[in-house]
């Protein structure tokens, strides 16, 4: 916590890039303290990427997703990829469902993913295979088993 009583959002400095932890409740004056802390150690560290991990939300609400992509654009600007790690299934779908715009944002699974995209080893992603959970064939231009 600041002097002022804002919590703050640890920020790690690892494999050449920014890491934020973010397990707390977003308020707006945490957004601006974050944005300003997040900002500044990307230019003292000259760090060439940011990951945003975000697997301990439980909840984000559409104001707090904007100030998210609006800092990791600010990042963008100086030089930083920035990547989403960590989304919940049930947190996206109230984004989309809320009218969030997810154009731009490079989202992964995890960290390894993110520290995968950032060192450019991340595979291709496979064509979708033609198969059910359970191994039952379909033809994926039909539908039809």
């Known amino acids: 916590m600041t002097a002022s009583g804002i919590q703050r959002i640890p920020l790690q400095y690892v494999h050449g890039c920014v890491v934020a932890s973010i397990q707390i409740d977003l308020t707006p004056d945490v957004l601006r303290q974050f944005r300003a802390d997040l900002l500044a150690r990307v230019q003292a560290s000259e760090a060439e990427g940011v990951i945003f991990d975000v697997s301990g939300i439980e909840i984000l609400d559409l104001e707090d997703f904007d100030a998210l ?77």
């Open 69 to 145: 992509r609006q800092t990791m654009v600010m990042a963008e600007i100086m030089g930083a990829r920035s990547i989403l790690s960590g989304l919940k299934p049930g947190v996206v779908s109230a984004l989309i469902d809320l009218g969030a715009d997810p154009e731009g944002v490079n989202a992964v699974l995890n960290l390894d993913d993110a520290f995968q995209l950032l060192d450019g080893t991340q595979a291709v992603p496979a064509e979708p295979e033609d198969r059910y959970d359970d191994g039952q064939e379909y033809d994926s231009n039909t539908g039809q088993e």
